[in-house]
């Protein structure tokens, strides 16, 4: 089974940091791109990450440049979010996404409706 299992998400105060994983099987992990995306109450989703399946390429959304941090270990199947200076803005249900399809960028972010295989989501909840 394809699957895609977030977790770290929880509750946080202004400024402080989180770290997301997400846990990759029933495919060939190293193929294929991954991304990060979010989905705040009353909002549509938005990518705001992604990374390439060498590690090669990562790209960020200005909302969350030089703030988060997307990494993988492909040995590990998983791919993780580091989350600092995080502010009520970030508040939202978090996703993963993986796709065979290159290349990470601003495109394979913008036509997130369109990639193969999602997690179940993490909630991550900023208090000011």
């Known amino acids: 089974e394809l699957q895609l299992v977030e977790s770290g998400g929880g509750q946080v105060q202004a400024g402080g940091s989180l770290r997301l994983s997400c846990s990759a099987s029933g495919f060939r992990f190293d193929d294929y791109e991954i991304g990060w995306f979010r989905q705040a109450p009353g909002k549509e989703r938005e990518g705001i990450s992604c990374?390439?399946?060498?590690?090669?390429?990562?790209y960020y959304t200005d909302s969350v440049a030089g703030r988060f941090t997307i990494s993988r270990d492909n040995a590990k199947n998983m791919v993780y979010l580091q989350m600092n200076s995080l502010e009520p803005d970030d508040t939202a249900v978090y996703y993963c996404a993986a796709d065979f399809v290159p290349p990470c960028g601003g495109s394979w972010i913008a036509n997130w409706k369109y990639l193969e295989l999602w997690g179940q989501g993490t909630l991550v909840t900023v208090s000011s």
């Open positions: 990374i390439s399946s060498s590690k090669s390429t990562t």
